[in-house]
């Protein structure tokens, strides 16, 4: 659990610093696209990131009904309102779900008319490599920006909680350690996320400014 999560933080801050090169030159984002394209090592690191998230998710569930075994009738008593980390601890599954839900999304918005068109010899509205476009294209509809806004809220939550708990797992969790993980952990995650936020908000608010800073 530890390890796939902490490689699906990485990819994530990867991802994110590469979406934010489309703020400052559209030509620039594409040609990261290009490089990336339908190339072996970029289908291979796709097919390793499926399995990962595969594994993550199966994990959870598995975990989620041996607690839910372990608790039995004490899961219905009634309990104080917890705080906002012991929310997001209590509610992983369902903010993975979440996640899922949005991941697919995401993939069919961009994957399938990128990755897969190129693999495939299709094309879509724009070039397999135009990441640029699709970027624009998705973000200038409100309804893709609010459910993508809910997906970023939601892993937040997920990954602020998963963070210090892969470092926990690992044996990193002395008294001290712990609280200072939890502070870099939270920090990592919120800048990841403002990240992406930037870009979505960026081309939703002017997309007629994006992608000419370089």
Excluded at 1 to 9: D, K, N, P
Excluded at 44 to 70: C, D, E, G, P, S
Excluded at 97 to 119: D, K, P, Q, T
Aim: include cysteine; glycine fraction near 8%.
């Amino acid at each position: 659990m530890s390890v796939s999560g902490m490689a699906l933080i990485l990819f994530l801050t990867f991802h994110a610093c590469m979406n934010v090169v489309a703020l400052i030159s559209a030509e620039g984002y594409n040609m990261i696209c290009e490089f990336l394209g339908a190339n072996w090592y970029a289908v291979a690191a796709t097919l390793v990131l499926v399995a990962l998230i595969v594994i993550h998710f199966v994990y959870a569930l598995i975990l989620t009904v041996q607690n839910r075994k372990a608790r039995g009738s004490n899961r219905y008593a009634v309990t104080d309102k917890p705080s906002q980390v012991e929310w997001a601890s209590q509610n992983m599954f369902v903010l993975g779900v979440i996640i899922c839900l949005g991941l697919l999304l995401h993939l069919y918005n961009f994957w399938y008319n990128m990755m897969f068109a190129e693999l495939a010899g299709t094309e879509g509205l724009y070039a397999p490599g135009d990441g640029f476009n699709y970027i624009k294209q998705t973000f200038s509809q409100p309804v893709f920006v609010v459910l993508y806004v809910i997906w970023l809220l939601a892993i937040w939550f997920h990954i602020t909680h998963g963070f210090w708990s892969a470092i926990q797992t690992v044996g990193w969790s002395g008294h001290v350690w712990f609280k200072r993980w939890r502070v870099i952990g939270n920090i990592w995650v919120t800048v990841v996320m403002l990240l992406f936020l930037a870009v979505l908000v960026g081309f939703w608010l002017c997309p007629d400014c994006v992608g000419k800073l370089a």
